[in-house]
């Protein structure tokens, strides 16, 4: 929308004759001439992407420049020459006759001109600094346009795109698995985002239950924060000014926001809620945070390289007293969690401070001698990467080789002495004395997504019972055994397994194969002499033997299973 605000001494105008057919005859008393004085003359063209959501804007910027020029009265007149882009003419005779009434209710003299209409004018502009003033006010809605049958199937036929270029991949790709097992899919619709299936789902929430369990017992509070905040707070934390390539940026009521590329400044926030005092460290504070962070299409490669992820953050506030101490509990943590999944450490590094770095030279002395300490009382083997530390403090970063002998960085501890300072961090020590609190970052699976990726092919598919989408498939063995499979079937779902019924007249070594490709890790098969004695026969996913047991036998050993994770 593109405005004219012109202060007169008056304005006088008569309609002539219709500029559109398609407009409805006015009365003679809307186009008669019309003269007046004193007036803030606002020149108005509304265009293709405006709305009536712009209306509080349009009056806003009458009323302030009506308010600065002192005119007695305020002329609404369409001018469809200040734009060459048009709106329909419907929304425009809609949008001043609501400006007018809305003026009038707020006491203020409001003449309009009639719209779709050649007009005579004539004015006297005055002359101060303010008589004349353009406005530009910008639609963030575009008008909606019917799409055709034709133009709908083609831009899903765009959106829909997913195809597997599978000829350079592996056969125990984590993409080719999850496209096997139903796991999840990608589209051009969201590039570098995870669609994740039923079965998938599956796998990433029992991953985070499992988080959930191990930092519960380690002592750690989780934290929620939003994945939009103020540009302002990315000022604070240094972001906007490193990062802001990388990050997704948006507006909302004139100000800049951005989607969070990492969780740290929400955590800064959580902490300065509340005073804190040396009774209150050392404070684990664990965040299951989706962040976006733009990365070249070029780059996106499945589970291990996406834009949007499940960062497992967590920070820890301690004192110098508690510093090492702390490092090793999370070094416990990330060796319990590899542990759990048969994963193994290729190497550790810990990388030293940088050239260009923030904090005293003392503190960057305390830092990197704590996390030596903690690696060499441990016994741990590991390289010293100098130099490579972030700006902001040393890090220990611990790599992971996958069944294609890659390796991943996932579990990071990292010591952080510029947050605290820029976010003025402190509690009172028990001397009575303000001080700073230490700061530990850390991952344990780094991005949940890659975490998955790996074990995926780690696995090739064949998760163990916990975790697994695919626990138990129930198969009958011939047609009169289809209301006791269903039945086993029921109670095996009212226990909480994940299990499927194929009683399909099938030959079972075919339906046995399908489970097998599927992974599967229990197979039941049921005949009539299973039937007649109320037992399953069992065949683990991978061996050649069938045991017969009872349903409840069988339900006490996948329970076991699942309580070890193994």
């Known amino acids: 929308m593109k405005t004219l605000n012109l202060h007169v001494d008056y304005i006088e105008w008569e309609g002539l004759k219709k500029a559109l057919s398609s407009m409805e005859d006015l009365p003679e008393v809307e186009t008669a001439k019309t003269k007046v004085e004193e007036a803030l003359v606002v020149m108005t063209a509304i265009e293709k992407n405006d709305s009536m959501n ?27 020459h200040l734009s060459s882009e048009l709106g329909k003419p419907a929304l425009a005779i809609e949008f001043l006759k609501t400006a007018e009434e809305k003026l009038k209710a707020k006491g203020i003299s409001v003449y309009r001109a009639p719209f779709g209409y050649y007009k005579s004018f004539e004015l006297k502009v005055k002359g101060h600094p303010l008589s004349e003033l353009s406005r530009n006010i910008v639609g963030n809605e575009e008008v909606e346009v019917e799409l055709t049958d034709k133009e709908r199937k083609k831009l899903l036929k765009e ?19 999850g496209k096997k097992m139903d796991l999840w899919s990608f589209s051009a619709a969201a590039p570098g985002m995870v669609f994740w299936h039923d079965k998938g789902l599956h796998i990433k929430n029992k991953l985070i239950e499992y988080w959930r369990e191990m930092h519960r017992n380690a002592g750690y509070q989780e934290i929620s924060t939003p994945q939009i905040m103020d540009k302002k707070l990315w000022e604070v934390s240094g972001h906007w000014a490193k990062y802001k390539d990388n990050m997704f940026t948006s507006k909302y009521e004139r100000r800049d926001f951005a989607m969070k590329p990492m969780n740290c400044p929400g955590g800064m926030m959580v902490y300065k809620t509340s005073p804190k005092s040396y009774k209150d460290l050392p404070l684990r504070s664990g965040e299951l945070g989706v962040v976006h962070r733009q990365e070249l299409s070029g780059v996106l490669s499945g589970l291990f390289r996406v834009i949007q992820f499940t960062q497992d953050d967590a920070h820890i506030f301690c004192t110098e007293e508690q510093l090492e101490v702390e490092i090793g509990r999370i070094i416990d943590l990330i060796n319990e969690a590899f542990a759990t999944f048969n994963l193994t450490v290729d190497h550790v590094e810990l990388s030293t401070r940088p050239e260009k770095r923030i904090g005293r030279e003392e503190l960057w002395d305390l830092a990197e001698k704590s996390l030596q300490n903690v690696l060499d009382n441990r016994k741990m083997t590991y390289t010293i990467n100098e130099g490579d530390g972030a700006f902001y403090g040393p890090k220990i970063d611990f790599h992971l080789k996958d069944s294609l002998n890659r390796t991943w960085q996932c579990s990071t501890i990292q010591l952080d002495m510029a947050l605290p300072e820029r976010f003025d961090l402190e509690y009172t020590a028990e001397d009575g004395i303000v001080k700073r609190p230490i700061m530990l970052h850390r991952v344990i699976y780094g991005s949940i997504e890659r975490f998955i990726g790996i074990i995926t092919e780690q696995y090739n598919g064949n998760f163990p019972l916990w975790i697994n989408p695919n626990q138990i ?70 061996e050649k033997e069938i045991e017969k047991m009872s349903l409840e036998d069988f339900v006490e050993k996948m329970k076991v299973e699942i309580e070890s994770k193994k």
């Open 54 to 80: 712009m209306i509080d804007e349009y009056l806003e910027n009458i009323e302030t420049i009506n308010a600065q020029v002192g005119a007695k009265n305020v002329v609404l007149y369409p001018y469809a």
């Open 159 to 177: 959106v829909s795109k997913s195809k597997l270029d599978t000829s350079k991949l592996v056969e125990n790709d984590h993409r080719i698995i």
């Open 473 to 542: 498939k129930v198969m009958t063995l011939n047609e009169n055994t289809k209301d006791y499979a269903k039945e086993v079937y029921d109670k095996l779902f009212a226990a909480g397994f994940r299990i499927e019924l194929d009683d399909r007249d099938e030959k079972i070594g075919y339906k046995i194969r399908e489970a097998s490709i599927s992974r599967f890790n229990y197979m039941l098969t049921l005949g009539d002499s299973e039937k007649e004695e109320g037992m399953v026969a069992v065949k683990k996913n991978g």
